[in-house]
């Protein structure tokens, strides 16, 4: 059996099969998954199977006309059968749609495979869950009010904990409407629908205009002007009708113009008119209905879903004004890159995907995915999406405070900070010097150029369209340059360096333990330790400003000189602030580390050892895979037992349980806390102080991240673009130290020299 | 001035006008109102304004198509102003509607009237809410699927209190929607709305099929079959999609069915399957938001109003089960035979009609209105009207109990009933052959055989149509009966009779109240005078079966011969219950007479005259304008002072008010206990006994009528086919005596030899 299937290009309005990429992709999935899913509804087929990709897999997406019937079952033989083998046995048709039913017995007898029915409502909600708990930047909300104000149109739903908030309401668009009303993870129950969807706009406008496909219709639409048919509030008072608050500008009649125009202006009505006038007749009257049945339901978030949207602006426009209009701002509407695979990705992670019985639990049962771009294509600015990769389990960190936006600071507005961000991360030359410097091999070679170029166009492309991919951040180019190098099968580049790395700190150990071991107090101790974890987070391979350093003397700076590149503790802009003083050690800690090398031996271990001596439960949690010189779970594991001849502190404390080293799941250099492994999840579910290193960890994200427990993050300000956004200087030091009942912060910062340990 | 308006026939689809024969007649009103409303909407303009007519005057009702306001000016101009005269100074155009806004100018500058501009919504209440409770049989119910059951499709709202209840909810259908949550007499707001409404229905039609009206697109609409357009729920499903209750008949996608053809078929698709699908899609649409809307505000009656609806019957049926269908039948739709002209009749009716600063008052405020079909025009079975006559303001009966039904049978089945009723009714020649006895003149000759031809007209048509001008009842019959000859000129052909049958039955009247007197007890005193009013109630020229009789020895049949006529207390059907016993005498009673001649002289006279000697005040009720022979209040005003001679108990108990003569506001052989004249309802507003005589007044209506006090029906059943109806013979007495805590009846009636009085 062969599920290894191609990116196959589908173009739902033509026959042969045309590309999309909204593909999901399962690093850690080894195992076969001989499973696909189709959603056949009245005008659309859409269809999601497996296919081994690397490490894991992908899901692929496609959609058809439903017309073609012929042609889908085609497709889906091609998925399911290799050139020259056997139909397995076991594989499944996950179907669900009207056309589940209505075509059981066609797949039934011409594909040979089990074919089992969802039920298409259970499904959506199934596959809305699966991309709202999964998908980062999956929703959105898009208002063109917000043009006018210097900013974009649309808005990525930044809290990680606000998307998957029940209850909501979803109105799936497709050739028919069905509004479900969600409470929880299964719970649901279809409140309301309407038969004025997708196929009304469609069908109309095939009888109204020459346009032969949906995309079409939708280019026409936004060339037209709708005032020409319809009938304003205008046309009937002269002006508004003020009494009751209606504009001349509202649309009092659609196509209530027309009756009016004589015979020979009727056969001159302009296509592109008529498109608009229709296509607002539809997504007002949808907003409209959503909005009166969330009222009813006391529901204040609606997700439009469904081929109908297609990421149209003018669609997603009059759809969100509408519902605005009619709630007056108390219901939100929103938005879904993935907008038309709902069904049909509920349908693939519902129950068993396999028919063996020896197989108790779903592959994908408790999977999560991390979403691909590297081989993204480009759709429309609203859908370009990338694939997803398995990452294990993962939930929140308990002690986070609600809402919670990783990233600090996102690119809304006029697309500024993009352009510094990209330009200040467009450079991939040293990656590929990087490369080329440890693997001479022409297999090496040629994939760091497709690296190379893969990075460039993506670069080029948001260069363009900063929000193509999802809302822009420092932490999303950065995962973007991760996902190109492992794409092209560079899955830790840094490797040989962070060996080196943390050979050479290794050697610096013992003398750094004892330095701090004969200062005269705690508190002494304790600001030591903090300048070391500084200075050690001065070897990032990731922060350009630091890379020519780097490369130039790799692994021979000592810790002092790094050090004496950190601005000295006096521009701070907030030293007035008076000390704050930690008062207690902790019972229990958890500190997520950053780099490899003097970072994690020299910085990391000894501030670990100060807390093991005081009777402190620690819990190290690194990356999960490599991402840049950042230090992984295996690495740490593998690094500590090393340590015992220098000082025995750590193996012992790893021995008995005083020590943990865990993997946090992210494959990223920033962190999201509500991503993390299920397993740290668990372990940290009592922790009573968070440390959170790194610029990537506790300055692009988690900066304004709030806990229930007191938390620490250390790091330098090594982005001259970030440092010049949250008010400091290149090169300034970031120590945080914050209590539960702080008030929220913004961009202030405390000092290190202000921090203190009480005896 | 000259506001006399033929009924100018205007068609809203072409540029000349054509009749609407929507007029409503004002008999009593014989000030000029120079009133002039418009309801100037985005499609159609809507003109109510008065004529001269008869005693009263009319109002009259015409639309245009907005777009030719050059001749809805040049309309309006022939209706302001006379031949030869300057135009009156004092006339007002009402206008409201967009239009009112955008032609104010033009019709200020071009008419020379003074233009007062009303507000759209407040004149859509004020309208609506004139018909609610002016016009009897404004309000019905339609749904097909009491076809199935015999039934007929339209149902008129029969409950007299019930259609004039709050809250409601009022969506008016014009070229666009509004939706208007109403809560008292002017209190309401205008709570949704939506651009799908009757233009957009039109102005697409416009562009997808030939039809060049609305009409004939509704007449498209009739013989389209909206599934080879539509996309139903088999289509997808193959058949229900049980799990959520779809059928697989509903309507998935309006139009979907398109989406799948090839451009051949589409250029095939069948013009009346378009109508019939957009036809559903707006209707099925609009029930949908006006149910939510309805929902939302606790609302369980939907008005729908406005020129969309035209009666058409698919309109109705959709809107009607759309209602149904989302409420699970907590929701009622409800039609309105003036559907139209509710803005334009608000207007007409707001505020003062006169410029003029000496009249305070407005010439219609507080006045009542009577439908008068005489000269009703057919526009379809739904909407066919006639026109209104003022009755003075009038009122329910305080100790009426709701729900009132005044009609005892009303034909909603197979239309049997109407088809008898019509039948035993249908004879004009003995009203002819008694005009021509009593008036010879050629013109006489003339209006009578007008009379006739205009009579059978409508007898035929409504063999045809039973339910062309409103729910059929015998009341509606007589009614219109009266109406011709009215129309006629005929308004009183019985009144050399009456006087006759007065005059020989006041000869009888000495003996008859000393025979009475000379009884042994009250109790057989009050049987005998029951007796004698079901004996003179046999005096009755209206009942067919009598006719022949009546016309053979008018005025000399003694009282014994004719209760010789009415069945001996043998037969009745509920002979076996216990006797009811009156068992005080009442201090207040209201009694309804009947019949002029012995039935008032000998029945009524003598049963008061028992009353007021025992203490009670009476108060005698009689028809404000005549109908049959029935005594007027006038007549029986004139009448009891001539009995000083005889006993001068009536006269002395009128002098001293313990006995009064009322008008109650009525000019029908029947009686609607909802309809009575103001200053009847006021002194009748602390009765303790009411009594009903008569078959008009006790069998045709008022037979379930229910009270809060004691209420006494007398009358004989002189209709076959009613006596039928409710299990009794022909010439059956009723004499049906209810307390307020009796359980309903149905058709059950009491007879006289059980009702006794306490000694």
Redesign the interface.
Known sequence: MNLHGASIVVDPEAAAPSADARHIALPHQSDLVPTIAIDV???LAKIVWFSQHGQGGRLNFAKFE??RIDAIIHFLKARAISADEAMHPAIILKAT???A??FHDRFTQELGVVVRKE???AALITGLNFLLQQIPNEVFTYDERRVAQGQDAMRYETDAFHAAQYPYLLVNI???VSMLKVTGPQAFE?V?????????L???L???TKA?SFDEMLALASQGDNKN???L?G?????D?G??G?KGS????????????S?EE?AH?KEPD?ARSLLF?IS??LA??AY??A??HAIDRIYFSGFFIRAHPTTMNTLSYGVHYWSKGAVQALFLRHEGYLGALGAFFTGDSVASSSRQRAPFDGAAFAEDFAKAEVITPYTAVGSLATVGRFGPLACLRRPYRPDTIHSTGSGRDALLWINSMKRASPFVELIQAHDPSPSAALRAAEFSRLYRDHMERLEKEPHLYGHLSLRFLLDLREQCLREMGFSDIFAPIKAKDTEIALQSLAACVAATDALASDRERFLALVSNVLAGNMYDWGAAALQDALFCGAGSMPLSSAAAKINPGTASHDSNSSPRIITAFPRKMLLFTDNSGPDAVLGILPLARFFLQRGTHVILAANDRPALNDITAEELTALIPRTRTIDPVWADALARGQLQVMDSGSDSTCLDLTRLAHALVDAAADIDFVVIEGMGRAIHTNFLARFTVPALKIGVFKNAHVAEALGVRLFDPLVKFELPDDPPTDASCIRCETLSIQE
């Open positions: 509804g009245g005008s439903t017309a749609g009207g056309g039913y209505k039920d298409e409502m497709g050739s028919g279809r309301n629908g309407t038969s004025l969807g997708g196929g009304t469609w069908g109309l095939s009888l109204l032969s048919v319809d009938m509030v046309d009937i008072y002269g002006g009708y009494k009751i209606l509202t649309i009092a009649s659609s196509f209530g113009k027309v009756i009016r125009m015979p009727r009505v008529i007749l007002n009257n409209q209905i009166l049945t009222q009813h």
